[in-house]
């Protein structure tokens, strides 16, 4: 089994597109029972809520539902449980790293480092570009399968 959860700051836009996307590519590749998959944010303001409307609108457009999601906050104890923690951009880790500590076992990774750019995934919050965030996200997730399944 291996064990991924995607984290960006509210755990409302990025993070739950990764997560419910990267759901769908594991049952697409029969995948599904040997990977628990989550998201997580770095923040606390958005905790309890669902996926932004135009977070969901962006699943929902390609047939993926994320129905049920809530909002959660990063805790230390998701280091030890997790075999990968992929982050969405560089500030994602800063805040992270406020929360883990530090990374002995180097299972922290920016999405976008599976694709080979290593480059940060906006945050559609503040952009509006969700079409942009969910293109970016998807060839991270591209990157990921490849590399590690």
């Known amino acids: 089994m291996i064990r991924v959860l995607f984290i960006c700051h509210g755990n409302i836009c990025r993070s739950p597109?990764?997560?419910?996307?990267?759901?769908k590519m594991a049952a697409e590749r029969g995948l599904s029972a040997e990977?628990?998959?989550?998201s997580a944010?770095?923040?606390?303001?958005?905790?309890?809520?669902?996926?932004?409307?135009?977070?969901?609108?962006?699943l929902k457009s390609v047939g993926i539902s994320c129905e049920g999601h809530r909002a959660?906050?990063?805790?230390?104890?998701?280091?030890?449980?997790?075999?990968?923690?992929?982050?969405?951009e560089q500030y994602n880790i800063r805040n992270l790293m406020r929360i883990i500590g530090s990374d002995p076992e180097k299972k922290v990774h920016k999405l976008l480092d599976f694709a080979g750019s290593g480059g940060d995934i906006d945050d559609p919050w503040y952009t509006g570009?969700?079409?942009?965030?969910?293109?970016e996200i998807v060839e991270g997730l591209e990157g990921f399968f490849e590399e590690v399944m």
Request: net charge negative.
């Open 72 to 88: 959660r906050q990063v805790t230390k104890a998701d280091y030890d449980y997790y075999d990968y923690l992929i982050v969405m």
């Open 129 to 135: 570009d969700f079409d942009t965030a969910y293109r």
């Open 17 to 23: 597109i990764a997560e419910y996307a990267c759901k």
């Open 35 to 38: 990977m628990e998959i989550s």
């Open 41 to 58: 944010a770095t923040s606390r303001e958005e905790i309890g809520n669902g996926v932004y409307p135009p977070a969901k609108k962006k």
